[in-house]
C-alpha cells in the first residue's frame, strides 16, 4: 500500500506524514528514494543496481526503452518503480515526481544521468539539433533538480549528481552541443551546490571516461583503439567502476560542488 503524500505550493511531493520538514535536522532517511534518469541501460542500468545495494528504493526512468526499463526493475531487490517523462518538458518532469511519490514516497537522491548526443562540425550543425541537445542534458536536468530540491531541502538531507562528461572539461571536435551542455551542467553543480549546502543537500558531478554504452558500441574497433590510446590508463572505464562511486556520493556530507572524473586520466592529455 503506497504511503499519503501530500504537494507543495511549488508543485514539489512534501514530505510523507511523520517525516521532519524544514527547520529540523532530519538526517539521511533509513531507505532513500533515488531517481535515475535514462537509467534503462548502459551506465544508467549499473547506477540503479549499485544504488539499490546500497539500499535505495530505486526509481528507474525511461525515456523509449520500456521493456528494458522494466527488465532493470526486475534485477532490483529493494521496492522499486519504473517511470517515463520527457526531462525536456517540465510538466512531464512534474508528473512522474508525483508518480514516484505514489509508489515509493518523494525524491532524496537525484542522478542525472539521461543524455543524448548530435555530433556535428558546427558549419554543418542543424540548429535544431543542436537546441534539443541542450534541452536534454542541460534544461532537463534543470527540471529535475528543480522539482525534488524542495522535498531535500525541507528534510535538511539530499543528493544530486549530474553525470558530465570529459568532453565538458576537454576540446572535442563535432560535439558543441554536446561539449555546451556538460560543461554549462559543471557550472550549475558548483553553483546549487553553494545554494544548497547549508541545509544539508550536496550537489556533485560525475564524469566518466570512455565506456562501452549505446553511445559508444558502434563505432569501430580503430575508433575504439584511438580512444583507448588518449588516456594515460589506456582502457575502456567499465559502468561498474564509475557506478560504485554512488556510495562516496551518499556517504560525503562535506563534498559538494565537485566534478568527480572516472576516466582513465583522458582529461589529463
Known amino acids: 500500500m503506497s504511503a499519503t503524500h501530500t504537494t507543495a505550493q511549488d508543485g514539489t511531493p512534501a514530505a510523507p506524514a ?26 544508467g542500468q549499473a547506477l540503479a543496481l549499485e544504488l539499490d545495494a546500497l539500499g535505495c528504493r530505486v526509481a528507474v526512468h525511461y ?4 521493456a528494458a526499463a522494466r527488465a532493470v526493475r526486475d534485477k532490483l531487490r529493494n521496492d522499486a518503480t519504473v517511470v517515463t517523462g520527457d526531462v ?5 518532469v512534474r508528473a512522474l515526481y508525483e508518480r514516484i511519490a505514489d509508489d515509493l514516497g518523494p525524491v532524496d537522491v537525484l542522478v542525472n544521468n539521461g543524455a543524448i548526443r548530435k555530433d556535428a562540425l558546427m558549419a554543418m550543425q542543424s540548429p535544431d539539433d543542436w537546441a534539443d541537445v541542450i534541452r536534454t542534458n542541460l534544461v532537463g536536468s534543470f527540471h ?19 553525470i558530465v562528461s570529459p568532453s565538458g572539461l576537454i576540446a572535442t571536435s563535432g560535439q558543441t552541443a554536446y561539449s555546451a551542455s556538460k560543461a554549462g551542467l559543471i557550472g550549475f553543480t558548483r553553483t546549487l551546490a553553494a545554494e544548497c549546502g547549508r541545509r544539508g543537500v550536496t550537489v556533485n558531478a560525475l564524469s566518466p571516461g570512455f565506456m562501452i554504452t549505446g553511445m559508444t558500441e558502434g563505432l569501430s574497433d580503430k575508433v575504439k583503439e584511438g580512444m583507448e590510446a588518449k588516456a594515460p590508463v589506456p582502457r575502456f572505464v567499465t559502468v561498474e567502476e564509475v557506478a560504485r562511486s ?8 562535506c563534498m559538494t560542488g565537485q566534478t568527480l572524473s572516472i576516466d582513465s586520466g583522458v582529461t589529463l592529455t
Not at 554512488?246 to 556530507?253: E, P
Request: aromatic share 4%; hydrophobic share 35%; proline share 5%.
Open 18 to 43: 511523520g517525516q521532519p520538514a524544514g527547520g529540523k535536522a532530519s538526517g539521511r532517511p533509513e531507505q532513500p528514494v533515488a531517481l535515475v534518469t535514462g537509467a534503462s541501460g548502459g551506465l
Open 88 to 92: 525536456g518538458d517540465y510538466d512531464a
Open 246 to 253: 554512488m556510495g562516496l556520493f551518499l556517504d560525503q556530507d
Open 63 to 66: 525515456n523509449r526503452s520500456e
Open 144 to 162: 529535475t533538480a528543480r522539482v525534488a530540491v524542495g522535498h531535500m531541502l525541507r528534510q535538511r538531507w539530499g543528493r544530486i549528481v549530474n
